[in-house]
């Protein structure tokens, strides 16, 4: 994170920097955010679930069953045809994928919207 006059375009580490670097503006820096900023800490993956690729998916097989995105209670879910019966799955796991179903603002259309109470009885 760094400051920036937007005057001058003088530049530091802290407002008090800005100023130091000889910035005589009357306005109050700008806060900024570096590249370095949103890189998410690195944690030690530990799991081998935490190992496995993530995949995005809308509709199709994953193994022997047929799923599609839908959104349940405003989360995303696959609706799953299991043996000939439905079931919900917040993510499904096949082999070294696991598969999580596209959220409402990840389509490229409305999704199917549902209560789980109406859809599972």
Known sequence: MHYQCDECDV???TEKDV?????KCRIMPTQFLDPEDHK???KRKSSKEEL??????????IGQNYVESV?????PHFLCNVDDEL??????TDGEIVYRPLGADECGYFPYKYD???LIS
Not at 71 to 75: G, H, P, R
Not at 87 to 92: D, F, N, V, Y
């Open 11 to 13: 530049e530091g580490k």
């Open 19 to 23: 100023r130091k670097n000889g910035c």
């Open 40 to 42: 998410e800490s690195k």
């Open 52 to 61: 496995k690729l993530e995949v995005t998916k809308i509709k199709g097989k």
């Open 71 to 75: 959104i349940v209670d405003d989360k």
């Open 87 to 92: 079931k919900l799955a917040e993510k499904i």
């Open 116 to 118: 789980k109470t109406v």
